[in-house]
């Protein structure tokens, strides 16, 4: 395969995929953008999330990722509390109504999966998986 078309192929895996997000976020009426279901989906997991652990884990600037957590809070999706490991910064935690909403991308998330991974056998998804996190590590170098 050559190189353009590899890039072509990953082109459009990604965008195709991130069309559909965007659809469905938008047919459940949220006044979010996919990145901050992102954001909810790392704070709703990482225990004692601060805005530095998300900067570091979405490879942003803490400028845009305290955009997205205002937003979030503004829309009381999440909300900040005292960091009981350093005073210095805060806590981020996710509220019931920001649950409801990581519950509902949950199961959207579920039903994009197997509508990407129809036709597609585990071995497939496991080589998959191998060579896609191989190929982000060596974009991260």
């Known amino acids: 395969m050559s190189d353009r078309k590899s890039l072509e192929s990953l082109f459009h895996l990604a965008h195709s995929l991130k069309r559909q997000m965007h659809d469905h976020i938008e047919e459940m009426e949220l006044d979010i953008a996919p990145m901050h279901v992102r954001v909810l989906k790392i704070i709703n997991i990482k225990n004692r999330c601060t805005a ?20 979030l809070i503004k829309q009381g999706y999440i909300v900040k509390e005292p960091n009981p490991d350093d005073k210095r910064s805060q806590c981020l ?24 991974s129809k036709d597609i056998s585990q071995e497939e998804l496991e080589t998959f998986d191998r060579i896609a996190s191989k190929m982000a590590r060596n974009l991260a170098k």
């Open 93 to 116: 935690r996710i509220t019931a109504d920001g649950l409801k909403i990581t519950n509902q991308i949950t199961n959207i998330d579920k039903k994009m999966f197997e509508l990407l």
């Open 52 to 71: 530095i652990d998300i900067a570091h884990l979405l490879n942003r600037d803490k400028a845009q990722v305290t955009r997205l957590l205002n937003t």
